[in-house]
């Protein structure tokens, strides 16, 4: 299955915000997506999302537009990760996370014995059971990012968007959600993620698009993609690259 745009622009009414992008993801592969603020790098996400529709261009999935499918067919075929949720009300967390099972029932369906074991199994994983009662409102920032990566696995999608899915977790917690977009590939899950680090991308990432001004600036894999000249580039800032005897690459700002 695979998820792609071609010739996209994206924007919204009154602001053109990118045209010409092509995007391609296989599901079990990690792509990065990299740039400066403001470049396009969410609207694109929910452009891809069906969340905003495209200017120009199509975005298709397994073959056929993604505009011919409905919102409950959307869901179970993409899971999304915002950068950040303020609930309007104050839902426990098993709550938010039972929310990403309403494709395979109903938003005021009563919860079937599998919706409860999938969210229990994925409270479990994130180390958040102990919070299930807890009031979404009340709990951290890096514990409510956990919880909507819990929500949208829920969904048990092919392809999962996840925009700075570490932007407000802890150095161990990013290493956990980082290590489970590895091990969403490896089970055959689809997932691009946003970051502004480009280590994220090179130590977890299969390929990279390094997004400018609306514009894809380079793509391909992340060996080739995050090199000191590129990133230079991109960010318009110096960059010093670091690597150790076994060749392990980082980059830090000058």
């Not at 602001?15 to 995007?23: A, F, Q, S, Y």
């Not at 839902?91 to 005021?108: C, E, K, N, Q, S």
């Not at 990133?231 to 076994?246: F, K, N, P, T």
Request: proline share 7%; hydrophobic share 45%; net charge neutral.
């Amino acid at each position: 299955m695979l998820l792609e745009a071609r010739d996209l622009s994206i924007g919204y009414p009154d602001h053109l915000v990118g045209v010409g992008l092509n995007v391609e993801l296989r599901k079990g592969e990690v792509l990065a997506l990299l740039g400066p603020n403001g470049g396009g790098k969410t609207t694109l996400l929910k452009t891809l999302l069906g969340l905003l529709p495209p200017k120009a261009g199509e975005v298709r999935i397994d073959g056929g537009p993604l505009s011919g499918r409905s919102a409950p067919e959307r869901a179970r075929l993409l899971g999304y990760v915002p950068q950040s949720h303020a609930a309007t009300f104050a839902f426990t967390v098993d709550a938010i996370v039972l929310m990403g099972r309403t494709p395979y029932g109903g938003l005021f369906s009563a919860p079937t014995e599998k919706d409860r074991v999938v969210i229990t199994a994925l409270l479990q994983r994130f180390g958040i059971l102990p919070l299930a009662a807890r009031p979404y409102t009340m709990i951290s920032g890096g514990e409510r990012q956990l919880a909507l990566l819990a929500r949208a696995l829920a969904q048990e999608p092919h392809f999962v968007v996840l925009d700075e899915p570490t932007a407000s977790l802890d150095f161990g917690n990013q290493g956990k959600v980082m290590r489970e977009i590895r091990a969403l590939a490896a089970a055959g899950h689809g997932i691009l993620f946003t970051t502004h680090d480009p280590n994220q991308a090179l130590r977890y990432a299969d390929r990279a698009l390094l997004l400018r001004d609306g514009a894809a600036f380079a793509e391909g894999p992340v060996e080739e993609v995050l090199t000191t000249p590129l990133l230079e580039g991109l960010y318009r800032a110096e960059i010093e690259e670091i690597a150790d005897a076994g060749k392990t690459r980082a980059f830090l700002p000058r």
